[in-house]
């Protein structure tokens, strides 16, 4: 392969989107929001949707549960669906099966119809997410447009979740738990009718047959770990139920590997997962994403019951945590054009476990308030770097006709993620003989995994191979490749 040494583009000669860009980033990015806020919304409504469901305490696992499977489990599926079949097509019906399913939420009667309306969600979702991802990718060209196109959407996944946590405690108190159900058929209501007119219909040339064995496996596995980690938080590992599922998981994940070896049109191209850029991105992906939320999730719990700070104050150090976040996500292009994405990745993931480490002098004293606050968010600008510049490095260089694969990829490491994080990690909190002792142990052991994996990419993302991988994608400034 020729490599092309004219210098990559300043970040000041980033070029300003048209209106019709505009617009299209604005549906896609609003679609990714809000699934992204669907994570973490109703966790606040919980106890009161269950007392006005008649759900038990135990049972109330599955109002996230029901959404996480599906969500996480038909990723990669309906990511090679619409690369064969049309990724418009299959974007606006998973936008329409969303915004039905959130109105059936909203107006659920019965523990049956609220866990359906979030099943039917998460479907949704999986359609959604990696469709949208490769509409963007595939509409705005490699380079300094996508990396920006990549910037925002990146800093709006990561918002959502974060603004999820606050609002839904405010939607609850004001206007009952109903309401963050009845926001996101909103979002839909909004994003639908725009979307036909707006987004160009994408899909890969020619026709080939889907590879049903191979989205069998593959599907069946991750609903599997996706379950069986899930439950962990609420049954323990050593449960029979959880240990049941996730070696059924595993089983199935391994006959998919040997399926797509002898598969002449695999559902996802193994040679694509030899990629250095891709395997390596997608662990840099899946450990800042996972981390993060668990960081979110026990710094909820030790600011109201440690500290005694109200929903409000908590939902104050969130704010300016996400407002850090959108401008980390403003600035993650101009630093990517001007690092490279590798070194990007593996800064981020560095700058994201050292803050972690930071907040390992948290206390019971007021100050501890705003050592948090500062860490937290510092942390977050890290992690939006990191959410960047690794979906960049994954998709970078890959074909338009397996986008859709490629995204899917990225759009499965995050909602596995933010799906095993807590659950991994966030049960040490609250097993511990005290909270603050298990706040210190989650955010020792989170240093430890951020660090390390920052290490781990680094050295797997170095040497000729990877530069060439980075190159054919224009990744790297200093190593730009042929189109």
């Known amino acids: 392969m020729a490599i092309d040494t004219t210098p990559a583009p300043s970040p ?3 070029p300003r989107l048209s209106t019709r860009d505009r617009l299209v980033l604005f549906v896609l990015c609003a679609a990714q929001f809000m699934v992204a806020l669907d994570f973490s919304v109703l966790n606040v409504a919980l106890p009161v949707l269950g ?8 049972a109330l696992q599955w109002a996230v549960t029901a959404f996480a499977l599906p969500s996480g489990g038909f990723l990669l599926l309906f990511g090679r669906v619409g690369d064969l079949y049309g990724r418009r ?3 606006l019906a998973g936008l329409a099966l969303f915004g039905a399913a959130s109105l059936l939420a909203t107006f659920a009667w019965d523990p049956a119809s609220f866990l359906t309306g979030r099943a039917l969600q998460g479907i949704g979702a999986a359609a959604i997410v990696p469709t949208g991802m490769s509409l963007l990718t595939t509409t705005f060209a490699e380079g300094p447009a996508r990396d920006r196109a990549l910037g925002i959407s990146g800093t709006l996944l990561s918002l ?6 606050v609002a839904g ?3 609850t108190d004001v206007l009952g738990w109903r309401s963050t159900m009845g926001v996101l058929a909103l979002f839909a209501l909004i994003v639908l009718p725009l979307a036909p007119g707006l987004l160009p219909e994408s899909r890969t040339p020619g026709h080939r047959r889907l590879d049903v064995p191979g989205a069998v496996t593959v599907t069946g596995g991750l609903l599997s770990v996706i379950y069986a980690l899930s439950t962990a938080a609420d049954r323990g590992f050593g449960h029979a139920d959880v240990i049941a599922t996730l070696a059924a998981g595993a089983a199935l ?5 040997l399926v797509e070896s002898r598969t002449e049109a695999p559902l996802v191209s193994l040679p694509m997962l030899r990629r250095r850029t891709v395997a390596w991105g997608n662990v840099g992906g899946l450990v800042t994403f996972s981390m993060m939320s668990t960081v979110v999730f026990v710094l909820t719990l030790y600011f109201q019951e440690t500290l005694r700070l109200s929903a409000f104050e908590t939902g104050l150090v969130f704010g300016v945590q996400g407002v850090l976040s959108a401008v980390a996500g403003t600035l993650a292009a101009r630093v990517i054009g001007r690092f490279g994405a590798r070194r990007t990745l593996v800064g981020s993931l560095a700058g994201q476990g050292v803050l972690t480490a930071a907040m390992l002098g948290l206390g019971t004293h007021t100050w501890s308030v705003w050592l948090a606050t500062a860490a937290v968010s510092l942390a977050s600008m890290c992690h939006l770097g990191a ?3 690794y979906g960049l490095t994954v998709t970078s260089g890959v074909p338009d006709a397996e986008q859709g694969l490629a995204t899917g990829l990225v759009t499965s490491t995050q909602q596995v993620g933010i799906t095993i994080g807590i659950p991994l990690l966030g049960v040490l909190a609250t097993t511990s003989s005290d909270l603050l002792t298990g706040l210190h142990t989650v955010l020792a052991v989170e240093t430890a995994i951020v660090l390390t994996a920052a290490v781990l990419v680094a050295l797997g993302l170095r040497g000729r191979k990877a ?3 980075t190159a054919s994608g224009a990744v790297e400034p200093e190593a730009l490749g042929a189109r």
């Open 467 to 469: 530069a060439a991988e």
């Open 12 to 14: 000041l000669d980033t």
């Open 387 to 389: 959410i960047v510049s």
């Open 51 to 58: 007392a006005d469901l008649g759900m038990s305490q135990s």
């Open 253 to 257: 994940l391994i006959a998919f590997v």
């Open 89 to 91: 097509r299959l974007f």
């Open 169 to 171: 405690g405010v939607l």
């Open 160 to 165: 959502g979740f974060t603004v999820g946590m």
